[in-house]
C-alpha cells in the first residue's frame, strides 16, 4: 500500500507564497524511481498538470506556471515540494501530489491539499 500525504495548502493574498509538501510511504514503494508530479483541479473544471520532477530530476511546467512554481524532490526523505510564488486568484484549486512508475504501471494520487488565493 502507497500512502501519499500533502500539506502546505491554505488561504494566500495574491503575490502571496506557500511551500505544498508531498510525503510518500509504502512497503515497497522505492520513491527514487517514480517520477513525481503536481496537478490541480479547480472548481467546474478538469484537473491539470502543474509540473512534474523525473526520477533524475528533470523539470516541466504548465505554461501558466513557468516562472512563478519550482518543483523538488528530497529523495531521502520520500518528499515532493512545490514553492508557489507570485499567486494569482487563478491559481485557487485543490493541488494534488502524483506518484508514476511507468515501467511498473504504477500510479498513486494524494487526497488533495486546497489553495486559495483572495484578498
Known amino acids: 500500500q502507497v500512502q501519499l500525504v500533502e500539506s502546505g495548502g491554505g488561504l494566500v493574498q495574491p503575490g502571496g507564497s506557500l511551500r505544498l509538501s508531498c510525503g510518500a510511504s509504502g512497503s515497497i514503494f522505492i520513491f527514487s524511481i517514480y517520477t513525481m508530479g503536481w496537478y490541480r483541479q479547480a472548481p467546474g473544471k478538469q484537473r491539470e498538470l502543474v509540473a512534474v520532477i523525473t526520477s533524475g530530476g528533470s523539470t516541466n511546467y504548465a505554461d501558466s506556471v513557468k516562472g512563478r512554481f519550482t518543483i523538488s524532490r528530497v529523495n531521502a526523505k520520500n518528499t515532493v515540494y512545490l514553492r508557489l510564488n507570485s499567486l494569482k486568484p487563478e491559481d485557487t484549486a485543490v493541488y494534488y501530489c502524483?506518484?508514476?512508475?511507468?515501467?511498473?504501471?504504477?500510479?498513486?494520487w494524494g487526497q488533495g491539499t486546497q489553495v486559495t488565493v483572495s484578498s
Open positions: 502524483n506518484a508514476k512508475w511507468e515501467a511498473g504501471r504504477a500510479d498513486y
